[in-house]
């Protein structure tokens, strides 16, 4: 089946997902969790970010970019802080492991900090963010990877989008605020430029520095707020790359994160945290609209009201990446992912 309209169910694309990375020789659990990230994306209509990033994570197995059997070694740095060594270990894999392992040990002290060093693309960092604020605890999740964006004042690439997340327990689920330190991340261009679409204005630079609206020339990414995402972006390198002694300025590839975990019943009971998380939104939700405005939404709700609905009626899937998904299948030998 190919063309636009195209549809799968989230059991469905998680079990191909999983049966794709398992072919490549990855352990069943660590397939599944990429399944998990990816699949997330998606359902919540982040396309960037899902299933079409399969392609290029099979990419870099073949150039060593992406080592299916890596294990990350968890390294203790003091009583609450700690490091990943990942030798190129899934992004997925690597960030769900600090997550846990940072929650595990707030637990304990209140809060937590994860180093996270050479490991791939990390997905949706929202993902782990809301892990977290669903056994009660606060979280920042925060990454750094390949330089795709210009630092305010230049025009050639040379910071990452670098992308945050910042999750905290709600009254219905899960209070999550996930954005790149760019206008867009560079997953959403290849996605328009799969999908034939023009770039808005101000998102991206071509080869020369000069502003361009079509994503086949698009070369480096512009961002949030000219100085303040740049320099936001910057820090985090500071965070990750440097204090994580990472850095490698002759190949800016490399991917590092930092996890952050708070538990908030050391600070107040969860109960009231929430109750009180509830009023401020509700405080939000009621302030008057600005002109246009029909409806005030909190950080995550349009992504948690659209992955219900493609919950039901099926994540879509662009032609482009059926076409590839179907080939992949082929290649592997397993049964490609069944369209609704």
């Known amino acids: 089946m190919a063309g636009a309209g195209i549809r799968v169910s989230e059991p469905e694309l998680r079990r191909f997902v999983t049966e794709v990375f398992r072919a490549k020789g990855m352990r069943p659990d660590d397939a599944a969790t990429v399944a998990d990230i990816l699949v997330w994306a998606d359902l919540r209509g982040v396309g960037s970010h899902g299933v079409s990033r399969i392609p290029s994570y099979l990419g870099a197995m073949e150039h060593g970019r992406f080592v299916v059997d890596a294990r990350p070694k968890l390294e203790p740095l003091a009583p609450a802080a700690f490091r990943l060594d990942c030798g190129y270990a899934s992004g997925a894999v690597a960030m769900m492991q600090?997550?846990?392992?940072a929650v595990a040990l707030a637990g304990r002290t209140g809060i937590a900090v994860g180093l996270v060093r050479q490991t791939t693309h990390t997905g949706a960092v929202g993902r782990y963010a809301e892990w977290a604020a669903e056994r009660g605890y606060a979280a920042i999740v925060f990454a750094v990877g390949m330089a795709a964006m210009a630092y305010h004042g230049t025009r050639v690439p040379n910071v990452s989008t670098a992308p945050i997340a910042i999750?905290?327990?709600?009254?219905?689920?899960?209070?999550?605020?996930?954005?790149?330190?760019?206008?867009?991340?560079?997953?959403?261009?290849?996605q328009l430029l799969a999908e034939g679409k023009p770039l808005p204005e101000g998102w991206a630079l071509d080869a020369d520095g000069n502003p361009t609206t079509d994503a086949a020339k698009a070369e480096t990414m512009l961002s949030l707020g000219g100085p303040k995402g740049s320099g936001l972006a910057l820090m985090f390198e500071f965070l990750t790359a440097v204090l994580g002694d990472n850095l490698d300025l002759k190949n800016r590839r490399q991917q590092n994160a930092m996890v952050i975990a708070i538990d908030v019943a050391k600070f107040r009971p969860v109960a009231e945290f929430v109750a009180d998380a509830r009023a401020l939104g509700e405080a939000i939700r009621s302030a008057p609209r600005a002109a246009g405005t029909d409806e005030v939404l909190l950080p995550g709700e349009r992504g948690g009201r659209v992955a219900a609905r493609q919950k039901r009626e099926g994540i879509p899937v662009p032609a482009k990446t059926w076409r590839e998904l179907s080939a992949i299948a082929e290649t592997l030998g397993i049964k490609p992912p069944a369209a609704i």
């Open 167 to 190: 999750g905290v327990p709600g009254d219905k689920g899960p209070i999550v605020l996930d954005m790149a330190t760019a206008i867009a991340a560079g997953g959403r261009v290849r």
């Open 98 to 101: 600090a997550t846990a392992e």
